[in-house]
């Protein structure tokens, strides 16, 4: 239980304070299509880096101030899919005023109106592109942001989510908390500590410091997991059922004791269990020659934000390699379109698509296929 003193906080603001994973990534790849751009390696580099940055890095030939401009001034006024993190707003109205700011790669115009979308309170301490000639994994924008605080680097604590941002906040001499709401935790392992959501973390004032717990840490708190066996389809059942209940357009439920019996024929169901032993995720895993594939991935909706969804995937890929697979695959069906943006976080890129032939009818009007997604293991 990592416990830090400090004198101010300061946060990133996309993967942190708001999600806006959807948004980023369809401005980006709509830019990519308009310019003949790989929409892939813009992706692979654009969280944490300022606009301007990413364009001159995959595509030098074009006037990236220029193209800076157009992408932000369409993502400000185009904020659908922008939703605040959960527990952010609590967390930054439990800090005293002026003694946290937002340090981001984006624009005056862009922050403010992500912040105002989601209703969270400006502050008066706000770093963005515009304020910095050279972004992060500089140290500059961070530095800036504890001037602007008026308190030294050492005093101040970073949240971020990008290993871009921890490297720009530690090479400024400032402590920091990574977020893996982005990124896998082992990806921020030159993070001080790692949570998973900010229900991991609190912040008490006393006298003129915070005192700042974090509850866990993402490089040593691991899901506790281990085969199905005939004993526990009732239980997979049930969650499998409980996570898929938002899929509305489908009627009646994901699936039942018999399916699961079916596919335990044919593959494996991972259990995921917490500390107290209580089922919270589960991940179906199958080996197909040279190829594994994983499915039916489901995390209790009570705990879903926590980083469970990317340990049970860890897991269904440690499997398959451990049964001597190269390649992972899974499909996601194109009416779920939040789901192939987190899977590219994880290294899988879209190959392909197939028909999607339901087990249970689908609402009258609607067009659905299945988008394959493969990785390398």
Known sequence: MPIFSCSAILFDLDGVLVDSTRSVDREWRQWAGRKG????????????????EVIRTVAPHLDAAAEAWEIEHREAGAQDGVVVMPGALELVLSIPAGRWGVVTSGSRPLATARLEYCGLPVPNVLVTSDDVKQGKPHPEPYLKGAEQLRFSPAECLVIEDAPAGIQSARAGGMKVIGLSSTYAPEKLSTADAVIRGFRELSVQARGEQLIVTTAASGRNTHLSVRRADANDRGGVVELINSAFAIEKF????????DEVAQRMRKGEFLLGHD???TLVAVVYVELRGPRGYFGMLAVDPK?????????????????????????MDLTVLSLRPELPPLYRKLGYIENGIEEFRPSRPLE???????IVMSKAL
Do not use: P
């Open 250 to 257: 489908l009627e009646g439920n994901r699936t039942n004791e």
């Open 303 to 327: 705990r879903q934000g926590r980083g469970l969804g990317r340990e049970m995937v860890a897991a269904a890929e440690a499997y398959c390699r451990e049964k001597g697979c190269t390649a």
């Open 37 to 52: 751009v790989d929409g892939d390696a813009i992706m692979a580099i654009a969280h944490g880096v300022r606009t301007v």
């Open 364 to 370: 009258d009007s609607l067009e659905c296929h299945c």
């Open 275 to 277: 500390e107290s032993g």
